[in-house]
């Protein structure tokens, strides 16, 4: 195996090389010719005529986005047939409507176009559109409450800002004022409050993954929606780990920065579906639902502090802290007003559970490390509770919440 | 509101305009026995038609059109349909009229399969304004796919002495019959996407068709329309006439009006009658549009809503 070459054997590898470098070149364009001269074949020949039992083509139209203003209704609708489609007519309330559609023609698989209805909308009452296909199929948009659709302006988004910053950053800062009064906390409370974080955390990471598959299950069958949930969330899990192990196993300032991005991740997520939920007059917002959802978040702020009890980390990263955990709350809502798709939304979600899924690792290995007694520190008294009170007062002020 | 767009009624082969008044006679010839015999040639085809602009239907069709042709006859004629099936299912015409069990065009008497044909033969009475649809199972889907048409049996002046100046009015051909101006209209509708629902309403088939293009009428020439109700799903169907009121003749069975001075009629499935009104003489209407359409609002805004555009007779 080992025995040197002689010179001979080296030339006639030098010689090789080139030689191999073109049979390599060959052996990349030779699968690719069969695969061109296979769907050469597919259309030239086509087989697939013995297939054609005169079924019309599989049509789909998923509606993207609704906004409702002085000149009526405009929907943007996807195309997801097998073949490209043709919306013939439309219906508002089971009556056939004038509209004009952007741009006009037949919508190819993927596509999108805006269809735009001159329709005499009534405020806080359900609307309904039907739109027929050249086949005759229908496809029902449900408009649950019509309100109007809100418009770019500095006072509507310094609203949308203030009620983000209350749902968002102000919770995370109330719990991570709590900061100095944990410090002295002993082993056994250390032990718990990384555990209610890990308890929060998982609570997120459910509740993230629920939602996003509801979202994606709405968006156009072309996006795939529970795939791309699953491999957005693998995707966003094992990148972070990667970037995180990179100096080693995140501990200190630096986990809490995770944990601070995955909770933000997902409240971006969510932000997105509050807005596009207002925007759709889906929802209202009442002052008892915003003091809710502030509640709710207030264990976040503990759980990022919980990492950098023992380090002495400057003022500027607690704000640091809150910002990235909150404020894509703010973020979102922006966004989900006022361009919003079901499918974006599950996609931030998913991104956010595989952060989360991160991060409760992350703290689960600091808790086993930093409690110096193995795994068998997780079945402690203080380990049990703190999961059990991060998931309860998840869950619990949760019902202030869900509707 | 309104449908969008037109329909290409070139590709559909039939018109709703001309469809109002193009009356199929058939070919009229003596009997043996000097009595008159009235032929008719009906084909059963499959025929896609694009029943609102863009929307198309896979029809079931009588003669390549939807509604069959407006059959018509006289009182008291023997009558002859020869009924040709080239649709892709088996097909009948069973008439609305008197005739014999042999000749009803149900299951085992006289429904045909594909590439098969039956003679349908027997008298002409009684006189009224009928129809006639395919009775093969199951029923709705034969109904609804488009197989029905009108068949009015004109009565004969000669048999109804008291009336015979009614009578005579009735009948196709006659002087005073060519002062009417008569139509054909059935009331139909279509569920496209096969949900047992209808998305689109119509009378003659194209939704909003009337709407798009009124019917002319002169004013001082009195109005006379065949009406049928063909509608599957729904149990009712409504004929309102806007700012004027009408004579109806419930089946057309009678030459005096079974409802008089109305401006609503309702008829179930099948049910059929004669409308008969005017906008000159006493009413002395003004020219202009005048709207009519089912009074199930519903049914107006998905299709089934027409306008008569009334003008003065060009001297």
């Keep these: ?403 | 509101m309104i449908t969008v767009g037109e329909v290409d009624n070139e590709r559909n082969g039939f018109d709703p305009t001309a469809m109002l008044t193009d009356w199929d006679t058939g070919i009229l010839s003596t009997l043996p026995d000097g009595r008159r015999l009235r032929t008719f040639e009906v084909t059963a085809e499959d025929k896609e038609i694009e029943i609102a602009p863009g929307v198309m239907f896979p029809a079931w069709t009588f003669n390549g059109r939807v509604p069959g042709p407006a059959l018509r006859a006289m009182e008291g004629e023997r009558l002859r349909i020869v009924f040709r099936n080239y649709g892709s299912h088996p097909h009948s015409m069973h008439f609305h009229g008197i005739h014999a069990a042999r000749m009803d065009g149900i299951p085992g008497a006289g429904l045909i399969g594909p590439g098969e044909e039956f003679v349908y033969e027997f008298d002409a009475k009684p006189f009224g304004c009928h129809l006639y649809h395919c009775h093969a199972l199951p029923l709705a889907r034969h109904i609804h796919k488009g197989m029905y048409g009108l068949f009015v049996v004109d009565p004969d002046p000669a048999l109804h002495p008291d009336l015979a100046d009614a009578a005579r009015s009735r009948l196709l051909g006659s002087p005073e019959n060519a002062e009417w101006q008569e139509m054909a209209m059935v009331m139909n509708a279509f569920d496209t996407n096969f949900d047992g629902e209808n998305e689109f309403y119509a009378c003659n088939t194209i939704a909003h068709c009337y709407a798009k293009k009124p019917i002319r009428i002169v004013r001082n020439r009195p109005v006379r329309i065949y009406l049928v109700n063909i509608t599957e799903f729904d149990p009712i169907n409504s004929f309102h006439l806007h700012a004027n009121f009408f004579d109806y003749y419930d089946q057309g069975t009678t030459l005096t009006p079974t409802l008089k001075t109305v401006d609503l009629i309702m008829q179930c499935q099948a049910q059929r009658g004669i409308l008969e009104f005017s906008f000159g003489d006493s009413q002395d209407h003004e020219a202009g549009l005048y709207m009519f359409h089912a009074h199930q609002s519903e049914f107006t805004e998905l299709g089934w809503m027409g306008m008569f555009d009334v003008v003065e007779a060009v001297s």
Aim: charged fraction near 10%.
């Design chain 1, 1 to 403: 195996m080992n025995e040197p070459l002689t010179p001979g054997e080296l030339n006639a590898r030098a010689v090789d090389a080139p030689v191999a470098g073109r049979f390599v070149l060959l052996w990349i364009l030779m699968p690719l010719a069969v695969l061109a001269a296979a769907i050469w074949w597919l259309i030239a020949a086509n087989p697939l005529a013995a297939f054609d039992n005169g079924a019309p083509p599989v049509e789909n139209l998923t509606v993207e986005r609704t906004i409702l203003d002085q000149s009526g209704l405009r929907l943007l609708v996807r195309a997801g047939g097998s073949e490209q489609m043709v919306i013939a007519q439309v219906q508002v309330d089971a009556a056939y409507w004038e509209f004009s559609q952007e741009p006009a023609g037949p919508i190819e698989r993927g596509d999108t176009a805006w269809v735009n209805l001159p329709f005499p909308w009534i405020v806080g009452e359900a609307h309904r559109v039907t739109f027929v296909t050249s086949t005759g199929a229908t496809f029902e948009h449900p408009i649950p409450v019509a309100v109007p659709t809100p418009v770019v302006t500095s006072g509507n988004l310094m609203s949308q800002a203030v009620i983000g910053a209350f749902v968002g950053i102000l919770p995370v800062a109330v719990g991570l004022m709590f900061f100095p009064a944990l410090r002295g906390a002993g082993p056994a409370t250390m032990n718990f409050l990384l555990a209610m974080t890990i308890g929060l955390l998982g609570f997120l990471l459910v509740d993230a993954l629920v939602e996003s598959l509801e979202l994606a299950a709405q968006s156009a069958a072309i996006f795939q929606g529970p795939v791309m949930v699953a491999l957005a969330a693998a995707a966003s899990f094992l990148l972070l780990m990667g970037v995180s192990r990179r100096e080693g196993r995140p501990a200190g300032l630096a986990l809490a920065t995770y944990i601070a991005l995955g909770i933000g991740l997902h409240n971006f997520g969510e932000g997105l579906a509050i807005g596009a939920a207002f925007a759709a007059g889906a929802a209202g917002l009442g002052t008892f639902l915003v003091m809710g959802f502030t509640l709710h978040n207030i264990t976040e702020g503990i759980g990022i502090a919980a990492p950098i009890l023992k380090v002495r980390p400057p003022l500027w990263t607690f704000a640091g802290l809150a910002l990235l955990a909150g404020g894509p709350a703010v973020i979102g809502m922006w966004i989900g007003s006022l361009a919003y798709a079901p499918q974006w939304s599950a996609l931030a979600l998913a991104v956010g559970a595989g952060a989360i899924l991160q991060v409760v690792i992350e703290v689960g290995l600091y808790l086993i490390r930093s409690s110096g007694r193995g795994s068998s520190a997780l079945f402690s008294p203080p380990v049990l509770a703190g999961l059990a009170v991060g998931v309860g007062f998840m869950y619990a002020t949760a019902m202030l919440v869900k509707i």
